[in-house]
T-cell receptor, first 117, second 109 residues
Framework: GAVVSQHPSWVICKSGTSVKIECRSL??????MFWYRQFPKQSLMLMAT?????????EQGVEKDKFLINHASLTLSTLTVTSAHPEDSSFYIC?????????????FGPGTRLTVL | GQNIDQPTEMTATEGAIVQINCTYQ??????LFWYQQHAGEAPTFLSY??LDGLEEKGRFSSFLSRSKGYSYLLLKELQMKDSASYLC??????????WGAGTKLIIKP
C-alpha cells in the first residue's frame, strides 16, 4: 500500500525559532500533498494544498509567510513554521494523494507533534 | 456552506453492533471517506463510497445516500481496539476532504 512518512515525529522548540517538517511519499509519486493542523479534541483543519512544482494554495486565515510550504519533488513536501510561538503548538499532519488510485484517496503521514515553549 | 454533522460520542458493548450516522453538505461531491483516528495518531482509511448503497469490508460497512446527504458506518463484532474517533469526510469538487470533529466511540467490556 501507499506509505507516507513524516519527520520529525515530535519536536520541542523555543519561541521565535523556525521548525521544518518533512512529508515523504515512500512508494508512490504524489503530485498533490495536503497539510493539516489538529488541536486537541478538534477536527482536522486543512492549512494548504501543495502541488509539485508550483506555489501552495493556502486556506483562508492561514498565513503563508508564517507557514512556508515547498513541494520540490514528487515525493517530498516540507512545511516550515517560521518564528514559532506557543499558540502554534499543535499536531501537524500531511497527506498525499496517490494518483494511481481512481478515487483520489489521501494517505496520511503519522503526524508531527510540535510544542513551542 | 460546507459542514458535517456526526454525534459527538457513542458508547457500545464489546461484541455488539454500532451505527455511526453522518449528514453532510459540500460544494460539489466526489465521494465520501470514513477514517478511524486513535488519540494522538493520524487518521487511517476505512472506506470510500461514491455511489449510493452499501460497501462491505469485513467487520466494517459504509452506506451512502447522495440525495439525502447521508452516510453511516456500521461496525460489527465490536472489539476493545475499536475504541477511537470515527471521521466522516466527504470530498468536494476541488477534491478537498471536509472534516468534522468526528464521533468518539467508547467500547465497554
Amino acid at each position: 500500500g501507499a506509505v507516507v512518512s513524516q519527520h520529525p515525529s515530535w519536536v520541542i522548540c523555543k519561541s521565535g525559532t523556525s521548525v521544518k517538517i518533512e512529508c515523504r511519499s515512500l512508494d508512490f509519486q504524489a503530485t498533490t500533498m495536503f497539510w493539516y493542523r489538529q488541536f486537541p479534541k478538534q477536527s482536522l483543519m486543512l492549512m494548504a494544498t501543495s502541488n509539485e512544482g508550483s506555489k501552495a494554495t493556502y486556506e483562508q486565515g492561514v498565513e503563508k509567510d508564517k507557514f512556508l510550504i515547498n513541494h520540490a519533488s514528487l515525493t517530498l513536501s516540507t512545511l516550515t513554521v517560521t518564528s514559532a510561538h506557543p499558540e502554534d503548538s499543535s499536531f501537524y499532519i500531511c497527506s498525499a494523494r496517490d494518483v494511481r488510485i481512481d478515487y483520489n484517496e489521501q494517505f496520511f503521514g503519522p503526524g508531527t507533534r510540535l510544542t513551542v515553549l | 456552506g460546507q459542514n458535517i454533522d456526526q454525534p459527538t460520542e457513542m458508547t457500545a458493548t464489546e461484541g455488539a453492533i454500532v451505527q455511526i450516522n453522518c449528514t453532510y453538505q459540500t460544494s460539489g461531491f466526489n465521494g465520501l471517506f470514513w477514517y478511524q483516528q486513535h488519540a494522538g495518531e493520524a487518521p487511517t482509511f476505512l472506506s470510500y463510497n461514491v455511489l449510493d448503497g452499501l460497501e462491505e469490508k469485513g467487520r466494517f460497512s459504509s452506506f451512502l445516500s447522495r440525495s439525502k446527504g447521508y452516510s453511516y458506518l456500521l461496525l460489527k463484532e465490536l472489539q476493545m481496539k475499536d475504541s477511537a474517533s470515527y471521521l466522516c469526510a466527504p470530498q468536494n469538487s476541488n477534491y478537498q476532504l471536509i472534516w468534522g470533529a468526528g464521533t468518539k466511540l467508547i467500547i465497554k467490556p
